[in-house]
Nanobody, 117 residues
Framework: QVQLVESGGGLVQPGGSLRLSCAAS????????MSWYRQTPGKQRELVAT???????TYADFVKGRFTISRDNAENTVYLQMNSLKPEDTAVYYC???????????WGQGTQVTVSS
């Protein structure tokens, strides 16, 4: 069974940093692209960043230059390094399989990121 467990969120001041982790299991992690998404109540889920199996990355314009997605295939983990955080970044952050057979089939609990003074 696919499992995705996000962690690393918390409360941070504007301009601060957080590093999110997503531990994946139940599928061959290295074969799939992975993405980070975020969700604020009352708004649609937003795609934040994607990393493919080769390590190539794409970013939403609103995080470009501030966030970095990476992965460790040996640990079945995808990361999101978040720098220069803004209040607008406040959301629940989720990871998920971005492509292929498992795309979007399972959502974890997410991890809350709150950016506030």
């Amino acid at each position: 069974q696919v499992q995705l467990v996000e962690s690393g969120g918390g409360l941070v001041q504007p301009g601060g940093s957080l590093r999110l982790s997503c531990a994946a299991s139940g599928f061959t992690f290295s074969n799939y692209a992975m993405s980070w998404y975020r969700q604020t109540p009352g708004k649609q889920r937003e795609l934040v960043a994607t990393i493919n199996w080769r390590g190539s990355t794409t970013y939403a314009d609103f995080v470009k230059g501030r966030f970095t997605i990476s992965r460790d295939n040996a640990e079945n983990t995808v990361y999101l390094q978040m720098n220069s955080l803004k209040p607008e970044d406040t959301a629940v952050y989720y990871c998920n399989v971005a492509t292929g057979d498992y795309r979007g089939l399972y959502w974890g609990q997410g991890t809350q990121v709150t950016v506030s003074s």
